[in-house]
């Protein structure tokens, strides 16, 4: 049984600040890792994605993969109201179709 | 390019009703997923379809629910008969060959009083 953890929040930064968000797993068989936001409301976007070890930039946002310590996270640097949301981790086994996601961290910035 | 479409978006039945929810995938996109969310469970998976076989449908709870994918630009799920312990947010979602960047619809809010 995959399991994937995430702290469920609420996390309060303040506007400007940076947010980390931080995501452990079970399965070391893990090879692919998505982060998801979700607006209330809405449905899971997909905004960020890593499979190798390390740091992946894109533009606000840095998603971070140890695989030796089955931890990912997810760095949002000056924070926005905007970014107030709740984030999901989500990871797929090699070779497999299937996602597993945590129950997300709620996020929100404050003005 | 239009994203993942769901229909209808909300629907309030009572117990013991048939409810049917619908599903476009994206466009080339050859795997669909049915996915059922709630705040006690979080995003549950319930089965996915691959070039329009299911491959998965372990996580469908109960006999009461079915999921089928005539072609390549449309699914379905029924419940049958409902129950209020169904009530949550279906969201479908699709991704190209697997579990790579899936991307979801607007999800269908269901009611079962």
């Known amino acids: 049984q995959k399991e994937v953890e995430q702290n469920s929040g609420p996390l309060s930064v303040p506007e400007g600040a940076i947010a980390s968000l931080n995501c452990t797993y079970s399965?070391?068989?893990?090879?692919?890792f998505f982060w998801y936001r979700q607006y209330s409301g809405k449905s899971p976007e997909l905004i960020m994605s890593?499979?190798?070890?390390g740091d992946k930039e894109d533009g606000r946002f840095t998603a971070q993969l140890n695989k030796a310590s089955q931890y990912v996270s997810l760095l949002i640097r000056d924070s926005q109201p905007s970014d107030s949301a709740t984030y999901l981790c989500?990871?797929?086994?090699?070779?497999?179709?299937?996602?597993?996601f945590g129950k997300g961290t709620k996020l929100s910035v404050i003005p | 390019d239009a994203g993942v479409i769901q229909s209808p978006r909300h629907e309030v039945t009572e117990m013991g009703q048939e409810v049917t929810l619908r599903c476009k995938p994206i466009s080339g996109h050859n795997s669909l997923f049915w996915y059922r969310q709630t705040m006690m469970r979080g995003l549950e998976l319930l089965i996915y379809?691959?070039?329009?076989?299911?491959?998965?449908d372990s996580g469908m709870p109960e006999d009461r629910f079915s999921a089928k994918m005539p072609n390549a630009s449309f699914s379905t799920l029924k419940i049958q008969p409902s129950e209020p312990r169904d009530s949550a947010v279906y969201f479908c979602?699709?991704?190209?060959?697997?579990?790579?960047?899936?991307?979801f619809g607007p999800g269908t809010r269901l009611t079962v009083l």
């Open positions: 989500a990871l797929c086994g090699a070779g497999s179709y299937q996602l597993t």
């Open positions: 979602a699709s991704s190209f060959n697997g579990g790579n960047e899936q991307f």
């Open positions: 379809f691959n070039n329009n076989v299911p491959i998965d």
């Open positions: 399965d070391r068989g893990s090879q692919s």
């Open positions: 890593i499979y190798s070890n």
